[in-house]
């Protein structure tokens, strides 16, 4: 499982879970504690200004460990009604495209897959991210107009 953290300028984290791995609410807060870091290297100035995150509502995401490890940093944590991937960039963003590339590929070892995901990331034109964040902007106000209903109906 690959978990994709990015904003407008790229991704910040990739982190891989390991086939047989599984993610529970620890192992999540140590993810964040290491996306903290990578924050901390590449965008020093989002810290200060203040993290705006976006998760789903999985059990590790809304456990009361991770709430307090949020809490505990000050992240502001933007809403993310159930069932929406309409409202999530990774799924209505970057999975499809990454998704087509990956398509009829096969991986000798878990290493070659990730090798080919990272260098998949890293050649991704700027605009990319940039494009996938502001869609989620507009799709957020289309929400709104519809009252919560799903923005791709």
């Known amino acids: 499982m690959a978990t994709v953290f990015w904003d407008a300028k790229g991704v910040i984290l990739l982190n891989i879970l390991l086939q047989g791995q599984c993610i529970n609410a620890a ?3 140590s993810t964040l504690d290491r996306l903290k870091e990578a924050i901390r290297r590449k965008r020093p ?3 200060r200004r203040g993290v705006v995150f976006q ?6 995401h809304s456990a ?7 809490q505990r940093y000050g992240w502001e944590i933007l809403p993310h009604p159930a069932h929406s991937p309409d409202l999530a960039p990774s799924d209505f963003h970057l999975f499809g495209p990454l998704k087509r590339h990956l398509g009829g590929m096969a991986f000798k070892t878990e290493d070659d897959l990730i090798s080919e995901l990272r260098n998949w990331f890293d ?8 494009v996938g964040i502001n869609l989620l902007l507009s799709r957020w106000q289309k929400c709104i107009d519809l009252h919560g209903d799903y923005v791709e109906k």
């Open 64 to 70: 009361n460990f991770t709430q307090q490890w949020l």
């Open 123 to 130: 050649n991704l034109d700027d605009d990319f991210f940039r």
């Open 55 to 60: 998760h789903d509502n999985a059990t590790p």
């Open 45 to 47: 100035g989002l810290l």
């Open 27 to 29: 192992r999540y807060c």
